[in-house]
């Protein structure tokens, strides 16, 4: 069976990318827009095999999307194709609704046309499969449970009501029109080919170059960490035995503030890329001004993958961070590549102003 993949060259649909084709001999078609976030060289290792057809296209265009499922016949989608950064978004919340709301419900209707036209045990067999976010449930207190596959949509930053929206679309095609779709929610991703805006890579790369760690407001927001590769095999897992209409959580049961992250980055740094000067990475620590409507805390809880799917997280927080930071330095071309141009650009427009302000 072919799947179709969207926005596999970016930070997660790389890895899953190049994890299915490691795992399975079922080819992919990896349709990306190729956005700030997407990226033709995560995929070089994979450019000349026969199972991965890379399409530079849009979600939102319906001939394109019809004709790569009329052509290719897929057995499933992979929903990655999003616009990603809350910081982003904060700015400039427009492509947000359009690439998330507007594509995803595109993507919805050609999938439909498509699944209508299927045989019978095909139609019985396919999935799309919704890749969302721990955040469209809003900020939880330090003594909240974490959040269920039930808890009330909460969104606080124009990212997290997009994909709010997303998911609500997704699941009205399954109710409405019996659509066999799936959605996930993940927490915060680390791992190889983060682009350099997310607080992992951003911290890695600024430690190896000397630059200000910029912590926004107290640091002690907490997220859960789940280390790619992990939320790669739990994907596998829900296309292969999830339930047509469920929503599945999927964590690293890994929760820190913000501080614990970078104390343990800064350690790994001074000891795989120890400064000239000798002195510790935490010296770069600055403390900035804060995001607007800044969650709290994002935490799920992981019952139902566990039970259902049997699946587990399996790297700590200790060994993936470790992986991660020797995959940065490791990779210092792809940093540098990553790092130009219109990167410059928007590190103007969202530290600038936050500098020393706290
Ligand atoms: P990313 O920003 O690294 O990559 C997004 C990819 O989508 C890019 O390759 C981009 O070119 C592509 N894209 C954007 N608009 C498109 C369009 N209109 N048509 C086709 N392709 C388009 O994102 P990521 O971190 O890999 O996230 C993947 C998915 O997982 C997203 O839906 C995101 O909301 C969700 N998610 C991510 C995290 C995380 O920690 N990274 C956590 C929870 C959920
Ligand atoms: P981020 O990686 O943007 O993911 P998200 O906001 O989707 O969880 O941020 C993770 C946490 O790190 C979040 O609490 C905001 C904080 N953060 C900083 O303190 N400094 C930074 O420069 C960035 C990018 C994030």
């Known amino acids: 069976m072919t799947i179709l993949v969207t926005g596999g060259a970016g930070f997660i649909g790389t890895n899953f990318v190049l994890d299915w084709l490691k795992v399975s001999d079922e080819p992919i078609v990896n349709l990306d827009k190729l956005t700030y976030a997407g990226n033709l060289q995560n995929l070089q ?37 999003a616009e990603t950064h809350v910081d982003r978004s904060i700015h400039g919340p427009e492509e947000f609704v359009q690439t998330n709301v507007v594509g995803t419900f595109l993507l919805l209707e050609a999938a439909l046309e498509y699944w209508r036209s299927l045989a019978d045990t095909d139609r019985d067999e396919f999935r799309l499969i919704n890749v969302s976010t721990d955040e469209v449930f809003g900020s939880l207190g330090p003594d909240d449970s974490p959040c269920t596959e039930e808890s009330r949509y909460a969104p606080n930053s124009p990212y997290s009501a997009s994909k709010a929206a997303a998911d609500h679309l997704v699941r009205s095609y399954f109710h409405t029109y019996g ?97 000239d000067s000798g002195e510790p990475h935490r010296r770069l620590i600055e403390f900035v001004k804060d995001r ?23 790297e700590t927080f200790a060994s993936g961070i470790r992986k991660t930071v020797k995959w940065y330095l490791d990779n210092q071309a792809w940093l540098d590549d990553v790092s130009s141009g219109q990167y410059r650009q928007w590190l103007d427009i969202n530290y600038t102003q936050r500098a020393g302000a706290e």
């Open 179 to 275: 659509l066999p779709v799936i959605t996930t929610h993940c927490t915060n991703n680390y791992g190889p080919y983060q682009f350099p805006e997310k607080l992992i890579p951003l911290m890695t790369l600024n430690g190896t170059q000397g630059k200000s760690l910029p912590i926004y407001g107290d640091g002690k927001n907490i997220r859960d960490w789940l280390y790619v590769t992990d939320h790669c095999t739990a994907l596998r897992s829900v296309l292969s035995n999830g339930k047509p209409g469920a929503v599945y959580n999927i964590a690293g049961n890994c929760e820190m503030t913000n501080l614990e992250v970078i104390d343990e980055l800064c350690t790994q740094l001074d000891e795989l890329a120890p400064d």
């Open 292 to 314: 607007p409507a800044h969650d709290r805390r994002y935490a799920l809880a992981t019952d139902k993958i566990e039970q259902e799917l049997g699946w587990r997280p399996t």
């Open 45 to 81: 290792s994979i450019a000349d095999n026969p199972k991965h057809e890379f399409v530079h296209g849009n979600i939102e265009d319906q001939a394109l999307v019809a004709s790569l499922l009329t052509d290719h016949r897929p057995g499933a989608i992979v929903h990655f194709a």
